[in-house]
């Protein structure tokens, strides 16, 4: 502060005045673990920062953008505030659910904050501030660690850029891509942060980004001879072509329900042409997947029926009644090995998935040990109803969800198939038993009845479409790149 009159006043008419602001401060955001209070997708967080201003009254200094689907966001917009070293500035931070496009948060949940002060933030010793913050939820807590980095704002000038791209690779397995990119500054410590982040064009391999502004100081700490990293995420093709392998796994239902084989009733029966709804769905998936797999050679398993010599229940038989090497070559001898069980098995049951779930998680697991982009897993499940082990199976799915594996579940026949759509969690997150939720969806359900006057690649097109943002999103959750990543474009 500086005091102001003459040397003869009277302390009592001395004024006070508050000095300029010393520097200009920008923070940098992120958090972990944020609460998820949308139903059927993540929450799509936005944080604001408010300044007290006494009495207990707050306005607010600025905020982020919205990150969409995002429990652990890291915000590219900083927050800028006046910094002065004569004052507590008190600080608070919150983040909220953004579901519409109004600028009042009062019809935001608040998904967590707190508060500090600038001078906390700006005198830490590593150039970052981490804040721990509890968030209430039912009757147990969440911890969720914030970062916040404070910069000060040394330059005034600012950058505006507008970038378009051409004939970008076609990296969606269905459809065109949705191009964004992201834009980093390196720091003296050689790790890169987050400055810019555009928005996302869909299905557009030409796309043009919106004009955008950025302070010198945000972008290259005002030094433009720094390096500046310009990156888009890794997508399914970058993966595939990267080394992944995809691993196709089926499983068929042999439950009593779905009628004897014999009748033209059943839907097991094989019509004239050697055909039926459960090799119609083999052969609609299997026709795609099936490039995405070097040996082509592809473990099958039927369950929920009496298997010989024996003819004890098996919900987990192979389907070539070999267990140690269920594996059939190509489709084909899925095919096979499903048309020469058929007469040798008794169909019973009930329906569980469980067991065949957990198998092939199992192997997932072990090539989840590697931490590496080379395996991920796709298990087919073809049914005729309603399932019977529902709790088991929504935990399998949950321990499933952490690993490199997705799910398909077609229905056959003209089954009520509620119990399905559950499972397939878009209308809801799907939780086990216990309340954990899946880490990331990876379940997809189609009743075939839906496609039966549709050309034969519909059905694929529908059941797969979802499987390269879930294989993305599991290594993107485990922060794994490709095993052979795409050279930087020139």
Same mark, same amino acid.
């Given at each position: 502060?500086?005091?102001?009159?003459?040397?003869?006043?009277?302390?009592?008419?001395?004024?006070?005045?508050?000095?300029?602001?010393?520097?200009?401060?920008?923070?940098?955001?992120?958090?972990?673990?944020?609460?998820?209070?949308?139903?059927?997708?993540?929450?799509?967080?936005?944080?604001?920062?408010?300044?007290?201003?006494?009495?207990?009254?707050?306005?607010?200094?600025?905020?982020?953008?919205?990150?969409?689907?995002?429990?652990?966001?890291?915000?590219?917009?900083?927050?800028?505030?006046?910094?002065?070293?004569?004052?507590?500035?008190?600080?608070?931070?919150?983040?909220?659910?953004?579901?519409?496009?109004?600028?009042?948060?009062?019809?935001?949940?608040?998904?967590?904050?707190?508060?500090?002060?600038?001078?906390?933030?700006?005198?830490?010793?590593?150039?970052?501030?981490?804040?721990?913050?509890?968030?209430?939820?039912?009757?147990?807590?969440?911890?969720?660690?914030?970062?916040?980095?404070?910069?000060?704002?040394?330059?005034?000038?600012?950058?505006?850029?507008?970038?378009?791209?051409?004939?970008?690779?076609?990296?969606?397995?269905?459809?065109?891509?949705?191009?964004?990119?992201?834009?980093?500054?390196?720091?003296?410590?050689?790790?890169?942060?987050?400055?810019?982040?555009?928005?996302?064009?869909?299905?557009?391999?030409?796309?043009?980004?919106?004009?955008?502004?950025?302070?010198?100081?945000?972008?290259?700490?005002?030094?433009?001879?720094?390096?500046?990293?310009?990156? =888009?995420?890794?997508?399914?093709?970058?993966?595939?072509?990267?080394?992944?392998?995809?691993?196709?796994?089926?499983?068929?239902?042999?439950?009593?329900?779905?009628?004897?084989?014999?009748?033209?009733?059943?839907?097991?029966?094989?019509?004239?042409?050697?055909?039926?709804?459960?090799?119609?769905?083999?052969?609609?998936?299997?026709?795609?997947?099936?490039?995405?797999?070097?040996?082509?050679?592809?473990?099958?398993?039927?369950?929920?029926?009496?298997?010989?010599?024996?003819?004890?229940?098996?919900?987990?038989?192979?389907?070539?009644?070999?267990?140690?090497?269920?594996?059939?070559?190509?489709?084909?001898?899925?095919?096979?090995?499903?048309? =020469?069980?058929?007469?040798?098995?008794?169909?019973?049951?009930?329906?569980?998935?469980?067991?065949?779930?957990?198998?092939?998680?199992?192997?997932?697991?072990?090539?989840?040990?590697?931490?590496?982009? =080379?395996?991920?897993?796709?298990?087919?499940?073809?049914?005729?109803?309603?399932?019977?082990?529902?709790?088991?199976?929504?935990?399998?799915?949950?321990?499933?969800?952490?690993?490199?594996?997705?799910?398909?579940?077609?229905?056959?026949?003209?089954?009520?198939?509620?119990?399905?759509?559950?499972?397939?969690?878009?209308?809801?997150?799907?939780?086990?038993?216990?309340?954990?939720?899946?880490?990331?969806?990876?379940?997809?359900?189609?009743?075939?009845?839906?496609?039966?006057?549709?050309?034969?690649?519909?059905?694929?097109?529908?059941?797969?479409?979802?499987?390269?943002?879930?294989?993305?999103?599991?290594?993107?959750?485990?922060?794994?790149?490709?095993?052979?990543?795409?050279?930087?474009?020139?």
């Amino acid at each position: 502060a500086v005091r102001a009159g003459s040397g003869g006043e009277a302390a009592a008419g001395f004024k006070w005045m508050a000095t300029q602001c010393v520097v200009k401060v920008e923070l940098t955001i992120s958090c972990k673990n944020l609460l998820d209070k949308d139903v059927g997708s993540k929450s799509d967080p936005l944080c604001v920062l408010l300044q007290s201003t006494g009495n207990d009254q707050w306005t607010e200094v600025d905020r982020t953008e919205r990150v969409k689907n995002c429990q652990d966001p890291e915000f590219s917009k900083r927050l800028c505030i006046d910094y002065h070293f004569e004052k507590v500035q008190k600080l608070k931070l919150g983040v909220y659910d953004i579901d519409n496009k109004s600028v009042d948060l009062k019809d935001d949940d608040y998904l967590g904050g707190f508060e500090c002060t600038l001078g906390q933030v700006s005198t830490v010793k590593y150039g970052f501030y981490i804040c721990l913050v509890w968030f209430r939820l039912s009757d147990f807590f969440i911890l969720g660690p914030w970062l916040i980095v404070a910069d000060e704002v040394k330059d005034n000038r600012a950058i505006v850029l507008e970038v378009e791209a051409r004939n970008l690779d076609k990296k969606d397995m269905f459809g065109k891509s949705d191009p964004f990119l992201e834009f980093f500054k390196q720091a003296d410590d050689g790790s890169w942060t987050l400055v810019h982040r555009t928005e996302v064009i869909k299905n557009n391999l030409n796309p043009s980004w919106k004009k955008f502004t950025v302070s010198v100081g945000t972008f290259c700490n005002g030094d433009f001879n720094k390096p500046l990293k310009i990156e =888009a995420q890794y997508t399914f093709l970058d993966y595939v072509m990267g080394g992944c392998q995809i691993n196709f796994t089926v499983g068929i239902d042999f439950t009593g329900s779905n009628g004897d084989p014999r009748s033209p009733e059943s839907l097991h029966y094989l019509s004239p042409d050697g055909t039926n709804q459960y090799l119609n769905a083999i052969w609609s998936v299997g026709q795609v997947i099936k490039d995405y797999d070097t040996d082509k050679l592809f473990p099958a398993f039927g369950f929920g029926a009496q298997v010989p010599p024996d003819f004890k229940v098996s919900h987990e038989f192979a389907l070539n009644f070999n267990p140690n090497s269920p594996y059939c070559q190509g489709i084909e001898g899925i095919v096979q090995a499903y048309r =020469a069980a058929l007469p040798q098995v008794r169909l019973y049951g009930p329906t569980n998935f469980s067991p065949i779930i957990n198998h092939v998680a199992r192997i997932a697991a072990g090539a989840a040990q590697q931490s590496n982009a =080379a395996q991920y897993f796709v298990l087919l499940i073809i049914t005729d109803g309603e399932i019977t082990d529902l709790d088991q199976t929504k935990q399998a799915i949950v321990n499933s969800s952490k690993l490199p594996m997705s799910i398909i579940i077609v229905g056959v026949g003209e089954a009520d198939f509620k119990a399905m759509e559950v499972l397939d969690g878009d209308n809801g997150v799907l939780k086990a038993p216990s309340g954990e939720p899946v880490s990331r969806d990876i379940v997809q359900f189609v009743p075939f009845k839906s496609f039966t006057s549709a050309p034969r690649e519909a059905l694929a097109q529908t059941v797969l479409a979802e499987v390269p943002g879930q294989l993305v999103s599991y290594f993107k959750m485990r922060n794994i790149i490709p095993v052979n990543p795409p050279a930087p474009s020139k």
